[in-house]
Each structure stands twice: as C-alpha cells, then as structure tokens.
C-alpha cells in the first residue's frame, strides 16, 4: 500500500466551486505539506503544517486553505475555483529533525483543471 | 532567500550519452541536498541526497551528483544514460533542521533509443 495518498487523483472543475483535494500518510510523520507544480516553475509550497496545531502558509496561499484533521490527514480546500489554480497538485510528508530526516515523501499527485 | 537554479529546462541525449544536470543554490549555512525524479505519471521519488559527509553522492540507478560547497553546487550525474532515464529531474535544497525545502524549476530529459 502506498504510504501518501492523495484523493481525488483527477477532478475537473468550474470556475468558482469549492474544491476540496484529501491527503492520508502512514509514514507516522508529523510535517504535511500541500504543492502545486506547474511546467517550467517546478513545485512551489501552498502550505504546510508540522503538527494538528500548527498550520502555516507557503509562498502561494492565496486562494487556497487547509485543514489538518488529524496527524494522518491534511486536506487542501479552494474555496473559490478559478482558471489559473489549473495544476498538479503534490502532497508530502516528513520526519522531524535534521539531516536525513529532512526527505520528503510524495503523494501520487491530484491534477486539477478549472474550466 | 533560499532559491534554487537548474541550468537546463530541456535536455535531449541518446542512449550511452553520458548525463549532467547543473544545479545552483543560494543559501550560505548548512544545507541538505536532494534530487528528486518524476517518471511521465508518476510522483517524485527521491534519486539521492546529501546531507553530511562524503559530498560524491550516489543514488540509485546509478545516478551521483557531487556537492561542491564553495561552488554551491550539487550537479547530477550519471555516465551512461538509459531510454527508461527519460523523466523530470528537480533539484531541492533544505536548510538543515529547517521547515521548507525549495526546488528548482525543474529539467525535463528525453533520452532518444
């Protein structure tokens, strides 16, 4: 079984809906993190969080919240869908600590079009 | 910042050829150092990383990249490229201990059969 998840793996979608994009990891790690990849500008960070209690914006937040249910589950909701949110979008995971333990693990990826 | 520069967006070789991705960073304190891959559908999987030690660094599929902390570089190489290398190689930097990984921009690799 794959240890990240990521659901659903493909979703078309309109402009302005509300989208919700769920993320599940068995690794036991505490730090989730939400991408989005887009050619040419490689993977930027949406938001990531390090605990149930702590959730921080990456560099592109805007237009997009999360919600950590559980140390296991990190959910990404566009709360208003529009055109230019079109991507893959990336979860992963990692261990605390330093060094080795700062390799990240990735989910199968979600692409999304907003139409 | 952090940032991250990969030279080359698109690069196309034949089998045998031998391969090397530059990769460039920004960052002056200790850092980790990883290249990821992505096959055409799948997600990234991690190729190698640095974090300490040894700076020639192998991974799998017989993949190395060398960490040249004066230079702030951490090239990839491998000497003999296969059809199946033909993928999406990013290189990411992490400050050591810190929260954010940064990646580069990405380079896709065609090798021709």
């Known amino acids: 079984d794959a240890d990240v998840t990521q659901t659903p793996r493909n979703r078309i979608t309109k402009t302005g809906k509300r989208i919700m994009l769920e993320c599940s990891q068995t690794?036991?790690?505490?730090?989730m993190y939400w991408y989005r990849q887009d050619p040419g500008l490689g993977l930027r960070l949406i938001y990531y969080?390090?605990?149930?209690?702590?959730?921080n914006k990456g560099e592109i937040s805007d237009g997009y919240s999360v919600s950590r249910q559980a140390q296991a589950k990190f959910s990404l909701s566009l709360e208003s869908a529009i055109p230019n949110q079109t991507a893959l979008y990336f979860c992963?995971?990692?261990?605390?600590?330093?060094?080795?333990?700062?390799?990240?693990?990735f989910g199968p990826g979600t692409r999304l079009t907003v139409l | 910042a952090q940032s991250v520069s990969q030279h080359n967006h698109h690069v196309i070789l034949s089998e045998a050829a031998s391969l090397e991705l530059g990769c460039n960073y920004s960052?002056?304190?200790?850092?980790?150092l990883f290249w990821y891959v992505q096959y055409p559908g799948q997600h990234l999987q991690l190729l190698l990383k640095?974090?300490?030690?040894?700076?020639l660094v192998k991974g799998i599929k017989g993949f190395e990249a060398e960490f040249i902390k004066s230079k702030f570089s951490f090239n990839l190489r491998k000497p003999s490229v296969q059809w199946s290398d033909t993928a999406e190689y990013f290189c990411a930097v992490n400050e050591d201990g810190g929260f954010k990984t940064i990646f580069g921009a990405g380079t896709r690799l065609f090798v021709k059969a």
């Open positions: 969080s390090f605990d149930v209690k702590d959730i």
């Open positions: 690794k036991g790690h505490d730090r």
């Open positions: 960052y002056g304190g200790t850092v980790n």
């Open positions: 640095y974090f300490s030690g040894d700076p």
């Open positions: 992963a995971t990692s261990d605390l600590g330093t060094g080795p333990y700062n390799e990240q693990f």
